[in-house]
């Protein structure tokens, strides 16, 4: 069965850092890959998307991620993050029917 | 944009209670799923849709059944609610087979008491 590992449960940064999240994820045909973001108390919101072409996508608020076809990974990162960056991130890829594969998620805190 | 809207963000029940969530989408969407979301377990599947009356179970269906009876409507129905139900409950939708990208609702929190 297809599967998506998050390397971190929390990660914790000063505003300013630098911010990477591991994505991996197993193969399964298609590869259809996603971040979505949970700013607190709001629902969950599509950050980026890759589908075909340029594997580094770039998404919303300075967010880009990078498709690695021979690390079957997809990590997220941002040059420097700010307080509002705080949010739960979860990576996930398509699976069968219709579905998507989640992974368990991430929690970031920024420390202004 | 679309919008996908759940009858209540917070709700707070008895075990035993039968309960219904509902989750409307304005944008047509044939898909729509529900999951449960928990600390550390990121968003378990319970039900999904591809078309009015269709149902397919996902990860987690035990204790839950849903029905679609409008193309706009998925309801997730706890027969028998108990204490290992208490969650938040996210629905979700998607346009069609191609696209996978998901739209999610705000959320319910519900709790079992």
């Known amino acids: 069965a297809q599967s998506v590992s998050q390397h971190n449960h929390h990660v914790i940064l000063s505003e300013a850092a630098s911010l990477e999240l591991g994505c991996n994820y197993s193969?399964?045909?298609?590869?259809?890959l996603f971040w979505y973001v949970q700013y607190p108390g709001q629902h969950l919101q599509l950050l980026l998307k890759?589908?075909?072409?340029d594997p580094l996508v770039k998404g919303i608020k300075g967010f880009e991620a990078e498709f690695i076809k021979s690390k079957f990974s997809f990590n997220l990162r941002k040059p420097s993050v700010q307080w509002s960056d705080t949010a739960e991130y979860f990576c996930?890829?398509?699976?069968?029917?219709?579905?998507?594969?989640w992974g368990a998620g991430t929690k970031l805190i920024i420390k202004p | 944009d679309v919008k996908v809207t759940q009858s209540s963000r917070y709700l707070v029940k008895r075990t035993g209670e039968k309960v219904f969530l509902e989750c409307v989408q304005d944008?047509?969407?044939?898909?729509m799923f529900w999951y449960r979301q928990d600390p550390g377990l990121g968003l378990r599947l319970i039900y999904f849709?591809?078309?009015?009356?269709?149902?397919e179970k996902g990860d987690i269906p035990e204790g839950y059944s849903v029905s679609r009876e409008k193309k706009e409507r998925f309801s997730l129905i706890l027969e028998s609610a108990s204490t290992n139900q208490t969650s938040m409950y996210l629905c979700?939708?998607?346009?069609?087979?191609?696209?996978?990208?998901?739209?999610f609702g705000p959320g319910t929190r519900l709790t079992v008491t």
């Open positions: 996930a890829v398509r699976g069968s029917n219709y579905q998507l594969i």
């Open positions: 979700a939708s998607s346009f069609d087979t191609n696209s996978y990208e998901q739209y």
């Open positions: 890759y589908f075909s072409g």
């Open positions: 944008m047509d969407h044939e898909n």
């Open positions: 193969y399964g045909g298609t590869v259809n």
């Open positions: 849709s591809y078309d009015v009356k269709m149902k």
